[in-house]
């Protein structure tokens, strides 16, 4: 049972990402902003600090790979960024200690990482012709802001369900 | 040197970089079709999407027409006032559509490039990155979708179909940047129609933009533009949206207009797709086989 629970939960933040975008109306934050949901994401990375970087970096290639398959239909922007800079997090989590708000931080500069990398690639493959200063007023900001938010109201059930996970990995 | 090749992880990030471009360019050329474990994997995914969205459209529908009695009274007013016009405006469209007929009949022309058919379909998944403006509807090649079809919604054109599956399809909106997105559009004037083609979309200004107008054309604010069905591939007649402004083209030779899109592209729940009647025209028959021996 707990070997599905943890895909199951992956994938509902998969869909959750899109319905939020799906029924969001145009114009939260003011004129044009673009909030991006990065909730399967921020689930990724919290899975990388808790649980260990093995599981972090197999399940966001696995659910990189399907994210690109699914939504943009261009593989490899995803199935490369995902477990790229869940491997530079677990890098940084080495140095410093797993506790909530260290995870919020290092969380949200994850997230920050994924926007400018898929950002710069998007640019490179002239998917977009933004400029960067305003990708980071119309985007970026408003995109961490969102997913800070996401991360405050989720990030103790996650921490505690991502431990509780790893204690039974232990024990195996 | 030997040190740097024994660093297993700078090889593994050079491995994966290079399987990264050879994928990237795979994905990025042309393709007809999708590959078939792409095509299931979208497929298995479509079909919880589906089981999640349809409920979930159903509670977002509730809250709308909560929101929509709020404001009744004024709506109605408005209506009413419309409704009167309506019935004499019904009236002379039919009068034209048998007069039109009529006169196909007689000169044997009975098909037309605004002919089409229908088929509903539900929006179950938007991409959430948004980079890629793309929505997944829950019809597929069984219900007879193909490749480029155009996609509506009631108030305007919103995009074409992108990729096809067995259950579910992609579409590309009109917002996303995309340089073979080309649409013949025709914008309607009071005594001559200019044709041009929507390429390109103002992100910040959230403007479509119809470039190729030839410079001499008149295009005034408040003129309507629809599809011209030209293109070949998509029927005419279909709105797109309403001319805000019209500027020179970046090398003063053309004339582009910005035009408010008719349809949202952000709050879409029900799309229709359209097939085209009339069929394609062969590409020989569109060039002569002289050009092609030169």
């Given at each position: 049972?707990?070997?599905?629970l ?9 869909i ?8 969001l109306p145009?114009?939260?934050l003011g004129q044009?902003?673009?909030?991006a949901?990065r ?9 990388t ?8 970096i197999?399940?966001?290639a696995i ?9 943009i ?25 797993a ?10 500069f ?14 490179l493959i002239?998917?977009?012709?933004l400029e ?11 995109t961490?802001i ?6 405050l ?9 991502f431990?509780?996970?790893a204690?039974a990995?232990?024990?195996e | 040197?030997?040190q740097?090749?024994?660093?297993k ?39 919880v999407q589906?089981?999640?969205?349809k409920?979930?459209?159903?509670i977002?529908?509730?809250?709308e027409?909560?929101q929509?009695l ?6 109605n007013?408005e ?12 009236a ?5 559509k ?6 196909r009949?007689?000169l ?7 002919d089409?058919?229908?088929q ?17 509807i ?9 490749k480029?079809?155009a ?9 074409k179909?992108?990729?096809?599956n067995?259950f579910?399809?992609t ?18 004037g ?7 083609f929507?390429?390109g ?9 119809i470039?190729?107008?030839p410079s001499g054309?008149k295009?005034?604010?408040g003129q309507t533009?629809t ?13 797109i ?22 349809a ?12 085209r ?10 060039s002569?086989g ?5």
């Amino acid at each position: 049972m707990r070997k599905f629970l943890l895909p199951l939960l992956f994938m509902l933040l998969f869909i959750a990402e899109s319905l939020f975008v799906q029924f969001l109306p145009a114009d939260v934050l003011g004129q044009n902003r673009i909030l991006a949901p990065r909730f399967l994401f921020s689930g990724l990375l919290l899975l990388t600090i808790f649980v260990g970087r093995k599981q972090g970096i197999i399940y966001a290639a696995i659910f990189g790979l399907i994210f690109d398959i699914v939504y943009i239909e261009i593989i490899g922007i995803y199935l490369f960024l995902f477990p790229f800079v869940a491997y530079l997090i677990s890098k940084i989590m080495h140095v410093l200690q797993a506790n909530m708000i260290v995870a919020f931080v290092v969380s949200v500069f994850g997230i920050a990482l994924l926007e400018v990398g898929v950002y710069e690639m998007d640019y490179l493959i002239h998917v977009t012709n933004l400029e960067f200063i305003d990708f980071l007023n119309l985007r970026l900001y408003p995109t961490l802001i969102l997913n800070a938010a996401f991360l405050l109201i989720f990030i103790f059930p996650l921490k505690r369900y991502f431990e509780k996970y790893a204690d039974a990995l232990r024990d195996e | 040197m030997p040190q740097f090749f024994l660093n297993k992880r700078l090889i593994i990030l050079l491995v994966s970089i290079i399987v990264l471009v050879a994928l990237i360019g795979f994905s990025l050329r042309e393709r007809e079709k999708l590959s078939w474990p792409e095509q299931f994997v979208k497929d298995t995914t479509g079909w919880v999407q589906s089981l999640v969205s349809k409920p979930a459209n159903y509670i977002a529908g509730f809250f709308e027409n909560l929101q929509d009695l709020q404001n009744t009274y004024n709506e109605n007013k408005e209506l009413k006032s419309r409704v009167e016009k309506i019935a004499s405006l019904e009236a002379e469209v039919q009068a034209l559509k048998k007069d039109n007929s009529d006169l196909r009949d007689i000169l044997g022309e009975t098909k037309t490039l605004r002919d089409y058919e229908t088929q509903p379909a539900t929006v179950i998944g938007r991409n959430p990155d948004r980079w890629h403006e793309m929505i997944i509807i829950d019809k597929g090649s069984l219900k007879g979708i193909n490749k480029n079809m155009a996609v509506i919604t009631a108030n305007g054109l919103i995009g074409k179909v992108k990729s096809v599956n067995q259950f579910s399809s992609t579409v590309q909106l009109l917002s996303a940047m995309d340089p073979k997105n080309r649409i013949s559009a025709v914008i309607q004037g009071k005594k001559s129609n200019v044709y041009g083609f929507v390429q390109g979309f103002d992100n910040k200004e959230k403007l479509l933009q119809i470039k190729s107008i030839p410079s001499g054309a008149k295009v005034e604010k408040g003129q309507t533009v629809t599809t011209s069905g030209l293109g070949g591939v998509f029927p005419g007649g279909l709105m797109i949206g309403k001319v805000v402004d019209v500027k020179t083209d970046q090398y003063g030779l053309n004339q582009m207009a910005l035009v408010k899109p008719g349809a949202d592209f952000y709050d879409i729940q029900n799309v229709v797709i359209i097939k085209r009647s009339m069929t394609q025209p062969a590409k020989k028959d569109i060039s002569n086989g002289k050009e092609e021996e030169l």
